[in-house]
């Protein structure tokens, strides 16, 4: 398995059972500012399975605490300290993945966010096509009552029918 190791986070292994999250992170803060300390439990015994994982800001300070760290002694025991690979989720690559299902739930909220602004867009554009539309719709019937109001007028005048009739006479 051609994993890539993790830089700046820490396997611990050799874990005495007193040893804690908040003892491993007290072991380790002397060499940088730490991001996260795990120590995964046992299902059954709801222990933790005598190793952890220490994850630092800083690359350099992962290689201090690991030159340091490894072979020291905590709670009477050796410690083995190395680069961590990746967490290992089934699912993905030959049945595994490197991150869970949720790891990019960040970017599946921006995507939605983005589809709904488009819909939301998309809807403003067509309400202002419908609205030009009917707006168009409108001059034109007020533009065909004006022509209908002008032949009403000639018709109702005597003089105007007379000149349309000689007009049309003389096209003819």
Excluded: C
Aim: aromatic letters at 8%; glycine letters at 6%.
């Amino acid at each position: 398995m051609n994993l890539q190791v993790q830089k700046n986070t820490l396997y611990v292994g050799g874990l005495a059972e007193e040893v804690n999250e908040a003892i491993l992170h007290s072991a380790f803060i002397p060499f940088g500012d730490i991001k996260d300390v795990k120590t995964p439990l046992d299902q059954a015994t709801q222990k933790h399975r005598s190793f952890g994982f220490v994850t630092f800001l800083e690359r350099e300070d992962a290689a201090a605490a690991m030159d340091n760290m490894d072979g020291a002694e905590l709670y009477g025991r050796v410690l083995t300290v190395n680069y961590a690979f990746p967490e290992r989720i089934k699912g993905g690559e030959q049945g595994w993945a490197a991150q869970p299902i949720w790891a990019d739930a960040d970017t599946w909220f921006e995507r939605q966010q983005q589809e709904e602004e488009m819909q939301r867009l998309q809807a403003e554009q067509q309400a202002v096509m419908k609205a030009a539309e009917e707006l168009h719709r409108k001059k034109l019937a007020e533009e065909r009552e004006g022509e209908k109001e002008e032949e009403t007028e000639t018709k109702a005048d005597p003089m105007a029918v007379a000149e349309a009739e000689a007009l049309k006479q003389q096209n003819a």
